[in-house]
């Protein structure tokens, strides 16, 4: 995978505004990586601990039964932001070779700046939904069901984050249908 998150040549990569946004991109993207590895493995590892206990002992631990409805709303944001950021999401492509490169990078940035919008709006909402789900526990690890609600909190502001630079790559690159075209490497 390119460092760089502009795949196209044309575009400076010395304004300012683009290489803080590429450098917040990486950020988002290394986070919403490491967000769904550390879940996906942290589960694996309790369920096999509690597999591990149950044969030799006859008996449970219990928590590891819980790790599951911890983690997997983190697993899943992770995946969401990732997409969202590296653009691996359904899109209509027909549409967009209607449009001339300014007519779509306009409808692009008009799209990145709603959906930022929206998903700010959303991450807003989800800290009321945090202070509600506080006081209901999870009885084996004493853990706030808050905790995997603050997974929306990552994914709807990650989202938005993503929204916002892929707003600032639309804005400053030559032609932003070059834009979230694959690597190559990705293409198999």
Known sequence: MAMDNVRNSGASADLPALRIANRVG??????AIVVAVASIVA???ALM?????????????GWPNEVPNLLFPWLIMGGIVLGA????HIAA????SLLTTEQL????????LL???????L????LQVISITRAQVFPMTGLGQAWAYSSLLFGFGGIALASLVNLIRVAFCDDPRTLDKPETEDMT
């Open 26 to 31: 990486l950020v988002l993207d290394m986070a």
């Open 43 to 45: 589960i694996f590892l």
């Open 49 to 61: 601990t509690e597999v591990v206990v149950r044969y030799l002992t006859h008996a449970s631990l």
């Open 85 to 88: 950021h590296r653009g691996s």
């Open 93 to 96: 492509e027909a549409f967009r």
């Open 105 to 112: 990078r306009i409808l692009l940035m008009l799209i990145h």
């Open 115 to 121: 959906v930022a919008v929206a998903f700010a709006y």
């Open 123 to 126: 991450g807003y909402l989800s």
